[in-house]
């Protein structure tokens, strides 16, 4: 009688372990909402725009402060960029949000460069290319700011509130070397 009463609680025990496997072992993935996924396209489209000012600016500042920013910015974008891509990816929304829906709408063009930025950025020299790349890259961060707080203020996701936290402290201060070097 003790072998079978061990061989029921071993099928049953293999019977719950079944259905927690089937069923996600019962954990949820965290809820988001509709300024979630605006906060991961915009910061996308911001982290693009950024790197291509950050990249010109780590190859070519005069000075070595501005090189090493843009060289920090560029790793932390990277990092950023797989993580809201993975986010986007698995809630099943595209990467870019569609201009027809509306999403964005009243957000107007919050990380576009204006054309002629990068070429403007490319053509200057010496002491006129930090200055232009310090501005161009004070203006992406500054957009970023009312993108993390558009996050903060409306955002659901633990892990992209948590991030939103995260950057916000890492951009202030960014953006305080960046003044300094404008100023400087």
Request: hydrophobic share 45%; with cysteine; net charge negative.
């Amino acid at each position: 009688m003790g072998r079978g009463l061990a061989a029921r609680r071993a099928a049953g025990g293999l019977l719950l372990l079944l259905t927690l496997l089937l069923s996600g072992c019962g954990a949820e993935e965290a809820a988001h909402n509709d300024t979630d996924v605006m906060f991961a396209q915009m910061t996308l489209a911001q982290i693009g725009e950024g790197d291509q000012v950050a990249a010109v600016a780590e190859r070519s500042a005069t000075g070595a402060s501005l090189r090493t920013l843009a060289a920090e910015l560029r790793g932390q974008w990277q990092t950023e960029k797989a993580t809201m891509t993975t986010w986007l990816t698995d809630w099943d929304q595209p990467l870019e949000a569609d201009p027809g829906t509306g999403l964005h709408a009243g957000h107007g063009d919050l990380h576009a460069l204006q054309p002629g930025d990068i070429d403007g950025l490319s053509a200057a020299k010496g002491s006129d290319f930090d200055r232009i790349a310090v501005a161009l890259l004070l203006g992406n961060l500054h957009n970023t700011m009312e993108t993390l707080r558009m996050q903060a203020d409306g955002g659901a996701h633990p892990e992209a509130l948590s991030l939103a936290e995260s950057m916000t402290t890492t951009r202030q201060g960014q953006i305080q070397r960046l003044l300094a070097l404008a100023s400087g």
